[in-house]
C-alpha cells in the first residue's frame, strides 16, 4: 500500500519556537494532503486541506497564520507551528489522498510538546 | 457539515464478536469508512462502504444502511492485538473532506 512518511516523531519545545512537521507520500503522487490534530483520547480534528501548488483551507477556528502549511510539491507537505504555546500540544497527523477516493493514508503522527 | 455517532467504549474476550455502530449525519454523503488506530499510531484504514451490503474483509466485516445513515463494523474472532481505538468518517460529497467519529475503544480481555 501507498506510504506516508511524517516527521519528526515527537519534538519538545520552548514556549515561542515555531516547529516545523513534514509529511511525504513515498511512493504516490498526492495533489491533496490533509492536516489533523488529535487530544489525547479523542477524534481526529480536521485542521486543514493542502493542495499541491495553491493555498491551503483552513477549517473554522483554525488560524492560518499560527499554522501554516507549505504544499510546494506533489509528495511534500509541511505544516509549521508558529510562536507555540503550551495549549499547541497535541498529536498532528498528516494523511494524503490515495488514488480513489476510498481512502486515506495516514503518516504516523507528531506527538508535540511545548514547555 | 457532518456528525457521527459511536460508542465510546466496547469490551469483550478472546474470540468473541464486537459489533461497533456508527450514525451519522451529513449534507452530502460520500461513504463510509472505518479505521483503526492503536495507542500513539496512526490510523490505518479498514473498510469502506459506498453502496447499501456488507463487506466482507477477513475478521472484519462493514455494513451500510444509507437510508438509515448507520453503519456498523463487526470484529470476529477477536484476539487481543485488536485492541485499540476505532473509528468510523464519512467523506462528504461537496469536498471530499474526511470527518471522524468520536471512536470507539475497544478492549480485548484473555
Known amino acids: 500500500g501507498a506510504v506516508v512518511s511524517q516527521h519528526p516523531s515527537r519534538v519538545i519545545c520552548k514556549s515561542g519556537t515555531s516547529v516545523k512537521i513534514e509529511c511525504r507520500s513515498l511512493d504516490f503522487q498526492a495533489t491533496t494532503m490533509f492536516w489533523y490534530r488529535q487530544f489525547p483520547k479523542q477524534s481526529l480534528m480536521l485542521m486543514a486541506t493542502?493542495?499541491?501548488?495553491?493555498?491551503?483551507?483552513?477549517e473554522q477556528g483554525v488560524e492560518k497564520d499560527k499554522f501554516l502549511i507549505n504544499h510546494a510539491s506533489l509528495t511534500l507537505s509541511t505544516l509549521t507551528v508558529t510562536s507555540a504555546h503550551p495549549e499547541d500540544s497535541s498529536f498532528y497527523i498528516c494523511?494524503?489522498?490515495?488514488?480513489?477516493?476510498?481512502?486515506?493514508?495516514f503518516g504516523s503522527g507528531t506527538q508535540l510538546s511545548v514547555l | 457539515g457532518q456528525s457521527l455517532e459511536q460508542p465510546s467504549e466496547v469490551t469483550a474476550v478472546e474470540g468473541a464478536i464486537v459489533q461497533i455502530n456508527c450514525t451519522y449525519q451529513?449534507?452530502?454523503?460520500?461513504?463510509l469508512s472505518w479505521y483503526q488506530q492503536h495507542d500513539g499510531g496512526a490510523p490505518t484504514f479498514l473498510s469502506y462502504n459506498a453502496l447499501d451490503g456488507l463487506e466482507e474483509t477477513g475478521r472484519f466485516s462493514s455494513f451500510l444502511s444509507r437510508s438509515d445513515s448507520y453503519g456498523y463494523l463487526l470484529l470476529q474472532e477477536l484476539q487481543m492485538k485488536d485492541s485499540a481505538s476505532y473509528f468510523c468518517?464519512?467523506?462528504?460529497?461537496?469536498?471530499?473532506?474526511?470527518?471522524f467519529g468520536a471512536g470507539t475503544t475497544v478492549t480485548v480481555r484473555a
Open positions: 493542502s493542495n499541491e501548488g495553491s493555498k491551503a483551507t483552513y
Open positions: 494523511s494524503a489522498q490515495g488514488a480513489t477516493n476510498e481512502k486515506l493514508f
Open positions: 468518517a464519512v467523506r462528504d460529497l461537496n469536498d471530499y473532506k474526511l470527518s
Open positions: 451529513t449534507s452530502g454523503f460520500y461513504g
